[in-house]
C-alpha cells in the first residue's frame, strides 16, 4: 500500500493509509436523538505532520480496536472542520511485520546505506587483525544489521531517532580519529573498536512500542553496558585465539564508558583508550541534545524555551 502524507492531504481526498494514533478520546454526542452513543475522535500523525480525525459511527467498537501510540489503517475521507479533518469510515490495526517506521517517526537525516558505507569504512581502517575479526562478527550480520540501523540511541536525550545509534556510533568513531591524530600515543584500532561497539548493547535494551521508544526487561534489569559487554565477550568466544589482554582492554572500556558511577559507569576509566572513548562519547551526545534543542526555534525575543536537560536556554539570534 502506497503510504499518503498528511502534509499531501488536501479536502475531498480518499485516503487508505497508515497513521500513528498520537491522542484518543471516546466523546458522546450532545445531539438529543444520539443520547447515550459515542463517537471516537482521534489525532493522527506521521513524520510530515499531524491532523484531528473522527469517526461518527462504531465509536466504542473502533476504540476497542487500538491503544493510542499504535499505528492504524485508516479508510477515509478528508474535509474541512476549522481545518483539515479526516472523517473515519473504517480502520484496522497495522499489522506490526508491515509497519515501515520511518514513515512515522523522526529518522536520522542520513540514510543507512550511506551510513553502513561510513562505517565499512572506519572497520577497514582497523588494523589488528582480532579486533577486525570481531567488528565484523557483528558487522557482517545480516539481522545485527538491521536492528543497529532501526534502534536509537536513547529514548528522549540524544539521537532519539531511527537510525541514531548508527550515527551517533559515526560521530564516536570521527572523534576519536581527531583523538588519534593529536594522542599518538592511543592504540588506533582498540579506540575505534571502542568507537563502533561501545553501544551496541542498545539494540536489547530499546525497543518500539507503537512508535514510543521503551525500555525493554533486559533492559531495565541490566542496562545497555552490561548487555554489550555480555554481547562482545560471546563473540570473542567463537573467535580463534582472541588475546585474553586485548578482551580485557576492550571490556574496560565499555564498562566504562559513561566516566563516571553516577552517570551509571560500573567503572571509571583507567586505560588512555577508555579515557578518549568517555569524552567523545559525550562530545557527541551533548552536541546533539543542543542541536535539537537549538532545533526547536526561537519562542521569546530570540532565546528558546527553557530546556530542562541543558538547565539553559538558548540564544538564536534576533531575527533580521
Given amino acids: 500500500m502506497e503510504k499518503q502524507f498528511i502534509q499531501d492531504l488536501k479536502i475531498g481526498d480518499a485516503v487508505h493509509s497508515d497513521f500513528v494514533v498520537t491522542e484518543k478520546a471516546l466523546n458522546s454526542f450532545s445531539q438529543p436523538n444520539r443520547a447515550g452513543e459515542y463517537y471516537l475522535r482521534l489525532q493522527i500523525a506521521d513524520a510530515t505532520g499531524s491532523m484531528r480525525a473522527v469517526a461518527w459511527e462504531r465509536g466504542p467498537e473502533l476504540a476497542a480496536l487500538f ?32 509497519i515501515k517506521r520511518h514513515y512515522f ?8 546505506a550511506e551510513m553502513l558505507t561510513e562505517l565499512e569504512a572506519v572497520i577497514n581502517s582497523v588494523t589488528n587483525p582480532h579486533l577486525r575479526l570481531l567488528l565484523n562478527s557483528f558487522f557482517h550480520d545480516e539481522f545485527f544489521v538491521r536492528r543497529f540501523c532501526e534502534a536509537p540511541a536513547a529514548r528522549s536525550v540524544h539521537h532519539n531517532y531511527v537510525g541514531g545509534l548508527l550515527e551517533h556510533s559515526l560521530e564516536v568513531a570521527a572523534l576519536c580519529r581527531q583523538f588519534i591524530a593529536l594522542q599518538p600515543a592511543l592504540d588506533p584500532s582498540l579506540l575505534l573498536s571502542g568507537a563502533l561497539l561501545h553501544d551496541i548493547g542498545k539494540i536489547e ?28 565477550d560471546h563473540n570473542i568466544e567463537k573467535l580463534p585465539a582472541f588475546p585474553k589482554e586485548l578482551q580485557l582492554a576492550l571490556g574496560h572500556m565499555i564498562l566504562a564508558h559513561h566516566g563516571q558511577q553516577e ?8 586505560t588512555f583508550e577508555a579515557f578518549a572513548l568517555h ?20 519562542k521569546t525575543n530570540g532565546w528558546t524555551d527553557w530546556d530542562r536537560l541543558l538547565a539553559r536556554d538558548i540564544y538564536l539570534g534576533l531575527a533580521e
Fill in 105 to 112: 517517526l523522526k529518522t536520522a537525516p542520513r540514510s543507512c
Fill in 67 to 98: 491503544e493510542q501510540g499504535d499505528v492504524v489503517r485508516i479508510r477515509g475521507e478528508v474535509t474541512n472542520y476549522r481545518g483539515l479533518q479526516l472523517i473515519v469510515y473504517d480502520l484496522q490495526p497495522t499489522p506490526e511485520k508491515e
Fill in 263 to 270: 552517570w551509571g559507569s560500573p567503572q571509571i576509566p583507567r
Fill in 205 to 232: 535494551e530499546y525497543e518500539f512500542r507503537g512508535m514510543a521508544i521503551e525500555l525493554t526487561t533486559k533492559g531495565k534489569l541490566l542496562g545497555h553496558i552490561i548487555i554489550g559487554k555480555e554481547m562482545i
Fill in 279 to 298: 569524552h567523545a562519547d559525550l562530545v557527541s551526545a551533548r552536541l546533539n541534545q543542543f542541536a535539537q534543542a537549538q532545533g526547536k526555534g526561537a
